[in-house]
């Protein structure tokens, strides 16, 4: 029999049932002590007719009452635990006090709107709304005796069935903790019971929307949610259990699928088959996606100034001994995460006018310390990853590419927890790729958390290959084309923070020709120059040592543009080291 249903009626009798029975057999005592025997037996047999009378009468009371009764509790008992903000029906309750089964059909638990503006206009309106359809609630295995007359509930088996659960967030405009009851939750669920018991608990099937409560608008949908808890108590003790999640010794968690949409609607979000265990401490995703919505020309017409459009997906995602009850309270902590096959694709067109926003303060290392989440990660390790960026030009409108392939790379020490920073302050990216699926590319990054002025320090090296091999990237948005060329190897070794970078760099190259392209007005081609040609290849530098002189290895300074994004600035650092030692301004 569920707590929630137990009637005051039906234990008050039963605690009179049993003083009865001891009152009878004192007063049967003390009875036998008085002369004229056959008289007390006859007062004995008188009172026990009358108490089983009464004891009969409240039985069949109960027999054909109960159900109303039941009914009338679970009213009351919502009432005030909701401060009357909640109302419930059902259309069916079917018990079997013998067996200590207890089932209940389509139940529904309601918002009363009316009760709702009454706390509005007081201004203790909840953060949340409810609405809840259930199907099915079926209670198994409760031992009566012990919940009828003692202040326990024991039983095998609760399930929830299909419930269709709908979320509203309010947005009231203030801390929704405020309104959290100071006593602790345990005797929130517990009321006057001390004990709750189940082996099990089972929702199964669950649909659960959230939505903005005045806009309407939807947020997350989770479909076909299942969660499993095993030995479930709920009392003094098992509040402090650290064994225990959600009161249960073990605990487990699926979901079919989650989704939700960008607040400017141009990106969707998917997450398939999600799996978590308290057991395992494993948390598996079979696969997640962002996925903007409209197609490359019509997303950068949509954004208000020039931005980039990603194209995002990963599948069997890892998250290894996570902290589960941490995850309860918000915080993310675990050893590792791991992200098989990554794809990323970025695209940004030149010719949209950029915004004057200042970016200061907006390094991947600063922006991780703005997420309201905190998180702790040993590490995140990537596997057989791929990125393209493709970049449209302002003036041939033709759009280059350039791509890394078989990514594999290692973040260490990423989080935003204060405490786990004082201790180390240090997040580490080692990474190598192929750069265009020719060469190969290693690249260690070390970023400083939490410091004042965003430090960070880039280093790397470029292997062997042809320069012709670049022509795809540097033709459309460079308006270059490498007649001939060999890059023998590239080194580079940055320091920046906010507002500057220093470096030094090193290419080393031999036979080294382009031919400058220009689109003609009313043409679609681009064609070579032939003047332009000539003057650029009298500039360069074709090699690198030329014949016996030294290595040329340019000592980079550069002032960041504050509108620029840490990418930019990192490439425009390494653009120029690479100008200068070609021999070009």
């Not at 909701?82 to 079917?94: F, N, P």
């Not at 280059?400 to 290692?410: E, F, L, W």
Request: proline share 3%.
């Amino acid at each position: 029999m569920n707590p929630a249903i137990l009637s005051d009626n039906c234990v008050t009798i039963a605690r009179i049932t049993r003083c009865i029975f001891w009152i009878m057999q004192t007063t049967e005592t003390k009875l036998k002590k008085v002369k004229g025997g056959h008289r007390g037996r006859t007062i004995v047999f008188s009172i026990v007719i009358f108490f089983l009378v009464a004891i009969v009468s409240g039985l069949w009371y109960w027999n054909t009452h109960k159900k109303r009764i039941i009914k009338n509790k679970l009213e009351t008992v919502i009432q005030e635990k909701s401060g009357g903000l909640y109302k419930i029906k059902y259309d069916s309750l079917s018990i079997d006090e013998m067996d200590g089964y207890l089932s209940i059909s389509n139940m529904n638990l309601s918002y009363d709107s009316a009760r709702y503006t009454e706390l509005t206009k007081q201004g203790h309106e909840p953060s949340i709304l409810l609405n809840i359809h259930i199907p099915e609630i079926s209670v198994s295995g409760v031992k009566t005796p012990k919940a009828l007359i003692g202040d326990e509930i024991i039983g095998r088996k609760l399930e929830i069935k299909n419930p269709v659960i709908n979320i509203m967030y309010t947005n009231p405009g203030k801390d929704s903790s405020q309104a959290v009851p100071p006593k602790a939750i345990y005797e929130q669920i517990l009321g006057d019971l001390d004990l709750i018991k189940a082996d099990s608990i089972l929702i199964s099937g669950a649909q659960i929307t959230t939505s903005n409560f005045k806009t309407k608008k939807t947020g997350m949908q989770l479909q076909d949610v299942n969660i499993t808890l095993v030995d479930v108590k709920v009392d003094s003790s098992s509040s402090t259990d650290s064994t225990r999640m959600f009161f249960s010794k073990e605990t487990s968690f699926t979901c079919g699928k989650l989704s939700w949409s960008s607040p400017d609607n141009l990106y969707s979000y998917n997450v398939e088959n999600i799996s978590a265990g308290s057991v395992s401490r494993l948390l598996r995703i079979k696969s997640f996606s962002m996925v903007p919505a409209l197609d490359e020309e019509a997303f950068v017409k949509a954004l208000p100034a020039q931005g980039d459009r990603f194209d995002f997906s990963v599948s069997n995602i890892e998250m290894k001994n996570i902290d589960m009850q941490q995850l309860l309270e918000e915080n993310i902590v675990a050893d590792n995460i791991l992200l098989p096959s990554p794809s990323l694709k970025i695209y940004r067109d030149l010719a949209i006018p950029r915004d004057t926003k200042n970016r200061v303060g907006a390094y991947p290392h600063q922006l991780m310390q703005t997420i309201p989440i905190t998180f702790t990660l040993g590490k995140i390790v990537v596997t057989n990853g791929f990125i393209e960026y493709k970049e449209r030009h302002h003036t041939s409108r033709q759009a280059g590419k350039i791509q890394y392939h078989t990514i594999n790379a290692v973040i260490s020490n990423f989080t935003n927890d204060k405490k786990a920073i004082a201790a180390n302050n240090v997040m580490t990216v080692d990474m190598s790729a192929q750069f265009l699926n020719k060469a190969p590319l290693k690249v260690s990054g070390q970023f400083y958390l939490l410091d004042a002025n965003g430090r960070f320090n880039l280093s790397g090296t470029l292997g062997a290959m042809d320069a012709t091999v670049l022509n795809p990237v540097i033709e459309n948005t460079g308006l270059t084309h490498i007649r001939s060329g060999k890059i023998k190897k590239a080194e580079f070794n940055v320091q920046g923070s906010d507002h500057v970078a220093d470096g030094k760099i090193t290419l080393l190259y031999d036979d080294l020709k382009v031919n400058v392209l220009e689109k003609d007005k009313g043409s679609a081609e681009l064609d070579k120059k032939g003047l332009a040609s000539f003057m650029a290849n009298m500039a360069i530098k074709n090699a690198n040592p030329l014949r016996k002189d030294p290595v040329r290895v340019a000592q980079v300074h550069l002032e960041r543009n504050n509108n620029a994004s840490f990418f930019n600035f990192a490439w425009k650092t390494l653009l120029k080291g690479i100008m200068e030692t070609v021999g070009l301004k």
